[in-house]
């Protein structure tokens, strides 16, 4: 729950993938650690935006609810390694971790405030990265970087709100007739490419500089579903 919003809980989405390759989730959210033993950058942003106190939310005890073991999940695609996104690597410690070069170099060698958002307990139990960083593709003229899944997934490189932070496209085309790609963009747009709740200048210090093409590209493409790595939901809707 935000202190400044107190009617909505603010939730960071994880998506779970199935694929050809085994399960893959994109983003894990809070780890049980985060709960459990939540490390002084943790208990910072927690003071900051009330993190619910509630294990029970973490990816791995969502996932055991549908009958899924954390060693069911072979790969995890990351938008950004900052401790709300990445904080659930240990609770998948055999999964390969997929994640831009250029992330994986800022989180090693922090260089701006916003880059201080990275939790050394998320990485401590040596992931196993597959680093990327060669965009071989365009989707839907984005620079994008080819995932080895099928159906198809791309990192498409988002830079600004961290040195290496990037979307992931992914086909849905079960939903046929609905829209038929998820486009988790993560931290480059704010809470909503429709909804927003911050002013322009304020995205554009924290979030990087993207927002304005991505509501473009929102508008032009229906057949395109956008997600944010920070969406709204009334308090009624998640468990306190
Ligand atoms: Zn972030």
Known sequence: MSPWFPRWHIYAPVLLVETEQGLVLVDTGLGLH????PSPVVRFFSADFGILKNPGLAAVR???GLGIQPGDVSHIVLTHLHFDHAGGLPDFPQAQVHVHR???????????WIEL??????????PRWVLHDQPDAKWYGFEAIRLPFTPEMFLIPLFGHTRG????????????????WLFQCADSLPTDAAFDLTPAWLNRLVIGPHVPRLKEFAAAHPEVRLLAGHMTVRRTVLPG
Do not use: F, N
């Open 165 to 180: 932070h990037c979307g992931v496209a992914i086909w849905d085309g079960k939903t046929s007739g609905e829209p038929h």
């Open 117 to 126: 958002g990275y939790d050394p307990q998320d990485v401590a139990h040596a």
């Open 62 to 64: 969502q996932l055991e």
């Open 34 to 37: 985060d709960y459990e033993r």
């Open 102 to 112: 250029r992330e994986y170099e800022a989180m090693r060698r922090p260089r701006s």
